[in-house]
């Protein structure tokens, strides 16, 4: 009985362990903004390098061939609206959270870099951050680009306590 007893106890404890210790998944929607494709790329091999020691991230042309069809099913539907569009994405690979980051250009050389992270659940934006850059370069897209990904990662650790 006593050995019954230990192998139950070890039993919880490693199921216990496995799941408080798995990563939340996330989808990334395609990166937007104004650049090259080869830049975009790599701004998202940037963003899902970033974001993997946080989340489980699923990103690449799967996903963003997915994103491209609700948005396209969705937006026939009279009551479309982007919350019921990420819900529908997050269905599709089990997911928590939906990131979104979107570089836009407000002037010649300056840019806004916004990362938002929705809460699937709730439909809130859990983490909303902004990064403007003037005389901006790719370079410093990329630096913006980790410095909102370590903004998330210290989000996700004040929530967690």
């Not at 989340?55 to 982007?82: A, L």
């Not at 934006?125 to 901006?136: D, F, I, Q, W």
Request: net charge neutral; aromatic share 6%.
């Amino acid at each position: 009985m006593k050995k019954l007893s230990a192998l139950s106890f070890l039993l919880f404890w490693v199921l216990f362990a496995s799941v408080a210790n798995a990563r939340e998944t996330a989808v990334l929607l395609p990166v937007t903004g104004p650049l090259t494709p080869l830049e975009l790329t790599e701004l998202t091999r940037e963003v899902v390098t970033g974001l993997s020691s946080v989340f489980d991230v699923k990103h690449g042309e799967e996903v963003n061939r997915v994103v491209k069809q609700v948005f396209k099913e969705e937006s026939k539907k009279t009551d479309c609206d982007e919350t019921s569009c990420y819900r529908q994405i997050a269905v599709q690979y089990h997911a928590e959270k939906i990131i979104a980051l979107r570089l836009t250009q407000i002037e010649t050389e300056r840019y806004l870099l916004t990362l938002n992270v929705y809460e699937v659940v709730t439909g809130d934006v859990t983490v909303s951050n902004k990064r403007e850059c003037t005389s901006c370069t790719f370079e410093k897209i990329k630096i913006l680009a980790r410095d909102l990904i370590g903004a998330v990662s210290v989000s996700k650790d004040v929530l967690n306590k």
